[in-house]
């Protein structure tokens, strides 16, 4: 059974950097965590299994453009459809907020990232050479979601 998607907020920071340095080799403190969730325009999303954390993103929007700051799953909870429902989720909030674009970057090293996002729509629309500390370049990926005019989901 897949977990829901519910929303992550800043007096979670701890859990949530706690999720993330399970999910990257660099996770974010406590403290970048909370200064994100409270930013204009931060989305952020989880998903809790007994009330523990094992899925996060977080989206910002400006305008009508939206990035995913990050997204990852707990290394026990993986290819069971969590990034899937989170991404889903969040694009769903943001088109309902008027973005009609979402990018991303992705290091041309990250091939399941790579192939859940390719499967979810998003397509290359360029590269950072270097950009990651590893030395390994980024591709940045968007997905339009709604086309010129459209107003409605
Ligand atoms: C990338 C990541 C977020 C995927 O999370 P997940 O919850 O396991 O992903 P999902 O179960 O929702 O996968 C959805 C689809 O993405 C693709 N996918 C996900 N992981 C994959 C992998 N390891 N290999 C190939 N395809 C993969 C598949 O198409 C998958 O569908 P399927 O399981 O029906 O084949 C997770 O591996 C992770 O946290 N990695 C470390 C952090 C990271 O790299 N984050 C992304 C930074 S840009």
Not at 50 to 60: I, N, P, Q
Not at 128 to 134: F, G, I
Request: aromatic letters at 8%; a neutral charge.
């Amino acid at each position: 059974m897949r977990l829901p998607a519910e929303p992550a907020l800043a007096s979670s920071a701890e859990e949530l950097a706690a999720l993330h340095g399970r999910c990257f080799a660099t996770g974010w403190s406590a403290r970048e965590f909370g200064a994100l969730l409270n930013l204009p325009g931060c989305i952020g999303l989880a998903c809790r299994e007994d009330g523990r954390y094992v899925a996060l993103a977080l989206f910002r929007q400006a305008l009508d453009e939206a990035e995913l700051l990050t997204l990852g799953t707990d290394p026990a909870y993986r290819r069971s459809g969590l990034a899937d429902t989170l991404l889903t989720s969040g694009e769903c909030r943001l088109f309902n907020q008027g973005v009609a674009r979402v990018f991303l970057e992705v290091s041309d090293q990250n091939p399941a990232a790579a192939a859940l996002y390719e499967r979810a729509g998003y397509g290359e629309v360029a590269r950072r050479k270097a950009y990651y500390r590893d030395g390994n370049d980024a591709r940045v990926l968007e997905k339009w979601l709604r086309k010129d005019g459209q107003t409605g989901p």
